[in-house]
């Protein structure tokens, strides 16, 4: 009976982290698809979009970073 | 390594390894000193030699027309002097230049031991590394913080003036945890993720490929399942080198952005 419990726990942890990567990947996929329409429109300013687009990006992934790191705490322990 | 030669290719359609690490643990070779070296820190060392000696070749001469490897170097140098460099941080930028430079080329090299013939292993996939690397940028951009804006740049983070006082507390709480805490962990993450994720696809699908298709005479059509996981290996191939040059930039774009955001801080 043990042994199916750790299972389910692990389980769950791969589950949690695949319900934790919807959210930042339609936050990147905004965040991306903006940052393109502004560099179609503003070509002269892609450098500095570019910049703030990665920045939006790192903040958004965090939340699927944490996921990750959190899956492997939770499929640890 | 595995090369899981104890694959079950009869029930199986994948071979998958016993314990993911077997893919990243490698055995002690030798000892200097209680320092254990196993091929994970001699391939640090080398991805190290290999930047210096980029460097030291590609950058001695300074010819009016260089040659095709000078060429490449220098326009590796301008690009990250510019495009990160210049860009990001802006006029004084040059101190941060060396430190940026360094750790793009040592995380470039370190990414791309992954698709390299022989090594075909990520250093960079191991956490100590993106750790380490992230803990340096995390000292600069503390330090810059706090020596240029003094005690300020905590309590400023903590309780931005000009946000609405009603929402202060709430994007204070968000921004102290994000800067002090969550930085740091996500620029090392971020790095590691991709190298483990890339390293632990390309090892299966290559793998499984050669190991089915090996095994064609053993269990017939079935084997053919080994073309396509090889094909997809291939393609996941190109897709790595474009992956592991693009988290290399990232990571020194989001250190120069961090180290910017210290420097320049006012809200």
Redesign the interface.
């Known amino acids: 009976m043990e042994g199916n419990i750790e299972a389910i726990t692990g389980a769950l942890a791969l589950i949690g982290y695949g319900l934790g990567a919807i959210g930042p990947g339609i936050g990147i996929g905004i965040v991306a698809g903006n940052a393109i329409t502004a560099m179609a429109r503003q070509p002269e300013m892609a ?2 979009i570019r ?1 703030t687009m ?2 939006g990006i ?2 958004t ?2 939340l699927a ?2 996921g ?2 959190l899956f492997f705490i939770a499929s640890a322990g | 390594m595995i090369l899981a030669t104890e694959c079950d290719v009869v029930n199986e359609v994948i071979c998958a390894p016993a314990s993911v690490n077997e893919l990243f643990e490698f055995p002690t070779i030798f000892t200097i000193g209680g320092l254990e070296f196993s091929r994970t820190e001699l391939l640090m060392l080398l991805a190290a030699f290999i930047v210096v000696a980029l460097l030291f070749f590609g950058l001695r001469n300074g010819r009016l027309v260089p040659t095709k490897f000078e060429l490449v170097m220098e326009s590796a140098v301008g690009f990250v002097r510019d ?1 990160i460099g210049r ?2 941080i802006g006029t004084d930028s040059t101190k941060f230049v060396p430190y940026l430079l360094s750790l793009f080329l040592f995380i470039l090299v370190g990414n791309l031991f992954e698709i390299t013939p022989f090594i075909n292993f990520p250093i960079t996939s191991r956490m100590a590394i993106p750790a380490f690397l992230s803990l340096v940028t995390y000292w600069i951009f503390m330090i810059l913080g706090f020596s240029r804006n003094g005690f300020r740049y905590l309590i400023d983070t903590a309780w931005p003036k000009t946000v609405p006082v009603g929402l202060r507390w709430l994007v204070g709480l968000i921004e102290l945890v ?1 800067v002090f805490f ?1 930085r740091p ?2 620029l090392a ?2 790095l590691f ?1 991709n190298m483990v994720a890339g390293h632990l696809m390309l090892t299966l699908l290559l793998a499984s490929g050669v190991i089915f298709v090996a095994a064609i005479p053993e269990i017939g059509l079935k084997g053919a399942v080994g073309f396509f996981w090889f094909g997809l290996g291939l393609f996941m191939f190109l897709l790595e080198i474009l992956v592991a040059v693009l988290q290399a930039y ?1 990571f020194t ?2 250190s120069a ?1 961090y180290i910017e955001s210290s420097i320049h801080f006012e809200h």
């Open positions: 450098g500095t910049t990665f920045l790192a903040l992934e965090a970073l944490i990750f790191v | 495009g860009d990001v994000s969550l962990l996500t993450v971020r993720a990232i774009l989001l952005i």
